[in-house]
């Protein structure tokens, strides 16, 4: 294990927001993210930039307020943005709040025990659009009535936004120039995590028993495209959905891990519409079950030094801790390169990664407050600065 220490990026400014789920590079070169608060009522989701060359943080927007509905309305708050944040090719910005935050007054909120409710139910995920260049808010408007958004990608071509919906697990199309929602219906009973996106723009996401589901991004058809994503052989694959999926640089496949018990890395090359399991992400397998939340497994990313990293959750102490984990893709060796923690404690665990346009990585943690993200660079090409262009991903 390598002596290395990640560098906290804290939203001090939040002191109880506890969670950062998305996290996204927008083609500014700044680093964007959703700043969330789960086990506060009455609080509101913020988007937060980071400068990497100032490094410098500012609270952009404020998204309850954008959204009118007061943070001491009384409804279920709008306190988090899933992996719902995305970014187009011309910088625009796009995001749809989740419904798991408490209203004011409460500490815990549950979508089916608040559905009816004349006032804590949840009005429905608030979607907006952003320009931060200019600062303005471009649109906000609202998807299915009393669900959250559990996950987005963005078509920039057809200019059009593919989202599942918490808690029914519906697969929905938003029209950013018409501003519409078409809802193609019920995929299942667990929500995936993660929808990702091929070079025709086509998307694509699991349903319950990790069977990939492809949605043709010009007939607005879910497929079945005949593949199961990797699972333990003990295993018949229940709750085997995407939580992460990068972009490879090949360009014609993505690399993902599976959000169960004995989580296991694949990439998938949508080319040939074939799969390949890399194994469990790290680690033995084992048939015991756990808290799911012990062995968590996201973050993943490349590297400019052609490394896939990922964090995992592995034993530490008396507990579990987030490791980022360094994988050669060729030989399928993995590496730790060191437990991420915050003034001598470890973080809880991360949801998601992305990078700079100088190599730098970042991994948003979940579970903490203040909530933060942490800066690795480690990552870059024989150690050097290598400064890149474009969007490293079209999905939250």
């Given at each position: 294990m390598e002596n290395i220490k990640f560098k906290p990026i804290v939203f001090n400014e939040l002191p109880v927001h506890d969670t950062c789920w998305s996290l996204i590079t927008g083609v500014d070169g700044n680093?964007?993210?959703?700043?969330?608060?789960?086990?506060?009522?009455?609080?509101?989701?913020?988007?937060?930039?980071?400068?990497?060359?100032?490094?410098?943080?500012?609270?952009?927007?404020?998204?309850?307020?954008?959204?009118?509905?007061?943070?001491?309305?009384?409804?279920?708050?709008?306190?988090?943005?899933?992996?719902?944040?995305?970014?187009?090719?011309?910088?625009?910005?796009?995001?749809?709040?989740?419904?798991?935050?408490?209203?004011?007054?409460?500490?815990?909120?549950?979508?089916?025990?608040?559905?009816?409710?004349?006032?804590?139910?949840?009005?429905?995920?608030?979607?907006?659009?952003?320009?931060?260049?200019?600062?303005?808010?471009?649109?906000?408007?609202?998807?299915?009535?009393?669900?959250?958004?559990?996950?987005m990608a963005i078509s920039c071509k057809r200019r059009k936004i593919y989202g599942i919906s918490y808690p029914r697990d519906h697969f929905f199309i938003y029209d950013l120039n018409k501003h519409e929602v078409r809802d193609l219906g019920r995929i299942g009973s667990i929500n995936p995590q993660c929808i990702f996106l091929d070079n025709e723009e086509n998307a694509y996401t699991t349903g319950d028993y990790g069977n990939l589901i492809k949605c043709d991004g010009d007939n607005e058809e879910l497929i079945d495209t005949g593949i199961q994503i990797p699972h333990a052989n003990f295993r018949n694959g229940f709750h085997n959905v995407l939580i992460d999926v990068t972009p490879s640089p090949d360009g014609e496949s993505v690399y993902g891990v599976t959000w169960t018990f004995g989580e296991r890395l694949f990439c998938y090359n949508f080319?040939?519409?074939?799969?390949?399991?890399?194994?469990?992400?790290?680690?033995?397998?084992?048939?015991?079950?756990?808290?799911?939340?012990?062995?968590?497994?996201?973050?993943?990313?490349?590297?400019?030094?052609?490394?896939?990293?990922?964090?995992?959750?592995?034993?530490?102490?008396?507990?579990?801790?987030?490791?980022?984990?360094?994988?050669?893709?060729?030989?399928?060796?993995?590496?730790?390169?060191?437990?991420?923690?915050?003034?001598?404690?470890?973080?809880?665990?991360?949801s998601r990664g992305t990078k700079d346009f100088y190599g730098n990585l970042y991994f948003a943690e979940v579970g903490n407050s203040p909530t933060k993200i942490f800066k690795y660079e480690g990552a870059k090409c024989n150690g050097q600065s290598s400064k890149v262009s474009g969007i490293p991903r079209h999905w939250g």
């Open positions: 680093i964007y993210i959703a700043v969330c608060g789960e086990m506060t009522g009455g609080l509101s989701a913020y988007i937060v930039s980071y400068d990497p060359e100032k490094e410098k943080i500012e609270y952009l927007l404020e998204v309850a307020k954008v959204l009118g509905i007061p943070e001491d309305s009384g409804e279920a708050a709008h306190a988090k943005i899933h992996y719902s944040l995305v970014s187009d090719d011309e910088g625009m910005l796009y995001g749809a709040t989740h419904c798991t935050g408490p209203p004011l007054g409460d500490v815990i909120w549950r979508p089916w025990n608040c559905w009816s409710h004349p006032i804590k139910n949840f009005r429905g995920s608030g979607i907006f659009g952003y320009d931060p260049r200019k600062r303005e808010i471009l649109f906000t408007d609202f998807l299915l009535p009393h669900e959250g958004s559990r996950c080319k040939k519409n074939k799969i390949y399991d890399l194994g469990k992400a790290y680690g033995e397998e084992r048939e015991e079950w756990w808290h799911i939340i012990n062995s968590n497994v996201a973050g993943l990313v490349f590297g400019d030094d052609g490394y896939l990293y990922f964090c995992a959750n592995l034993p530490a102490g008396k507990g579990y801790s987030p490791h980022l984990i360094r994988l050669n893709t060729e030989t399928l060796k993995r590496e730790i390169i060191g437990e991420i923690t915050y003034q001598g404690k470890p973080a809880d665990h991360i």
